[in-house]
């Protein structure tokens, strides 16, 4: 630690500082997505490599919702998460959300045959992030080396005209409790 980061946190405290940091923040590291923060301008794909799909850009002037799962067929994400969003799509788009997203990191077509096996067409898009690109810019990657590596956490955002107005990450990264659909203020 420097003797200037010393001074700034013995005089700010350190929540203040933090928040100075963050506001100041000059680095290439991004700082985790936060309530009243942009969805970063990042491409994510859908059915093909070829249907790119920005969210920043697609969600202005609209109100979206956007689920991340760990992983397409998993378990969890198999039969609680996406169902309940699928479940409850025609219910969240009747109080004013024009789209629910899913997002995986994992490759456009794997994303396409979960939401054909899931029965989300219609429902819900089905998003690839194949790189962890926008998953790592929200810094919500979690290293999971039984799935094979950098995947997602496990989250939901309520989106208005780009800017986030909600958002639920699960505490274990994983786990199926803040970011079920039934958990979406609308």
Known sequence: MTGITRNAISVLGRSSFVSLH?????????MVIAVGDKLPSVDLYEETPANKVNLAQLAAGK????????????????????PGYIQKANELKSKGFSDIFCIGVNDPFVMAAWGKDQGAEGKIRMLADPTAA??????????????????????????ADSIVKELNVEPDNTGLSCSLADRINV
């Open 22 to 30: 963050r506001q100041f923040h000059l680095s290439a590291r991004n």
């Open 63 to 82: 109100k979206i919702i956007i689920f991340a799962v760990p992983g397409a067929f998993t378990p969890g994400c198999s039969k609680t998460h996406l």
């Open 134 to 159: 926008f998953t790592d810019a929200l810094e919500l990657s979690v290293n999971l080396p039984a799935l094979g590596g950098k995947r997602s956490k496990r989250y939901s955002m309520v989106v």
